[in-house]
């Protein structure tokens, strides 16, 4: 048995009882219900159609998502979860680069290793460098101004925990902003890159070892392992090239508004709902949400 989960922008709310009608019945399916009206609803169904495709591509015309998972073990015990552009809105190197000058720069070399042009660590390495000389206290400026949260993200960490699953925060960024996030938001733990610090002013070197693809597997593997928590039991979430290796690790790997190489190669694409949409494909109505 699966279970298809459409998913609208809550901004938009434009998910009507017309579309759902029209796919449940396209595709034979039962049990349909509201998770949230007019943004997220679903049904079961026997076997997934072979026009899943097909039908995927056309809500995507209408700024709607479709997932279809087995309907068995969709609520997960552990949550891993990538930073930048994904539990917030930005980039938080581009950020500092920003407020150094030196911003267009570092975003083109950010846009390049998220969309997997560029090996990570040398993109990290050559983009620290060009911050060379900032200060120190720039970090806190940029985490208060700059700095906003992705919607949904509050109801994802509080409704998972409230329901007894342990939340990752793990970034090819840096503690100085993962510690930060990961305190607003709730999570049990975060892992990330270190900025090193002289004087007041960046080094213009990444701490070693850099956290990045494999770093990101490796705290999986860790965490759940010491968890005692099977790999399907993990859902994890981002939006960049150095994710997919813990995206195809985790039993539901959630490419969101990710980049088009990256959305490419996985299964759950979230482009038009925010991170709400983890806990709707989950089976939560938004009753259930705990924040």
């Not at 943004?39 to 495709?53: D, G, K, M, T």
């Amino acid at each position: 048995m699966f279970t298809a989960t459409l998913i609208a922008d809550p901004k938009e709310a434009n998910l009507d009882q017309a579309t759902l009608d029209a796919l449940c019945g396209a595709w034979g399916g039962g049990d349909a219900r509201w998770l949230n009206p007019n943004v997220a609803a679903e049904f079961s169904v026997e076997e997934v159609p072979s026009n899943a495709a097909q039908s995927w591509e056309g809500l995507q015309g209408l700024g709607v998502d479709l997932v279809v998972q087995p309907r068995e073990g969709r609520r997960k015990k552990m949550l891993v979860a990538d930073m930048d552009s994904t539990m917030i809105q930005q980039e938080c190197i581009d950020e500092l680069a920003d407020v150094a000058g030196v911003g267009e720069r570092v975003k083109e070399i950010t846009a390049r290793a998220m969309n997997g042009e560029l090996d990570f660590e040398g993109a990290l390495t050559e983009r620290v460098g060009l911050l060379k000389g900032l200060r120190e206290e720039v970090i806190g400026q940029v985490i208060a101004e700059r700095i906003t949260f992705m919607p949904g993200g509050h109801d994802l960490v509080a409704t998972m925990k409230a329901n007894g699953a342990y939340c990752v925060l793990v970034s090819g960024g840096f503690t100085a902003f993962t510690g930060y996030v990961a305190e607003a938001l709730g999570f049990d733990e975060n892992r990330a890159n270190r900025l090193l610090i002289e004087d007041g002013k960046l080094v213009g070197i990444p701490a070693q070892p850099i956290l990045g693809r494999e770093a990101k597997v490796q705290a999986l593997l860790e965490i759940s392992e010491r968890l005692k928590l099977d790999h399907a039991e993990v859902m994890a979430v981002g939006d960049g090239a150095n994710d997919l290796g813990m995206l195809h690790l985790a039993g539901a790997g959630v490419a969101l508004h990710a980049k088009p190489a990256v959305a490419a190669q996985c299964d759950i694409r979230i482009n038009y709902g925010d991170l709400s949409a983890l806990l709707y494909i989950q089976g939560y109505s938004v009753e259930e949400f705990a924040s």
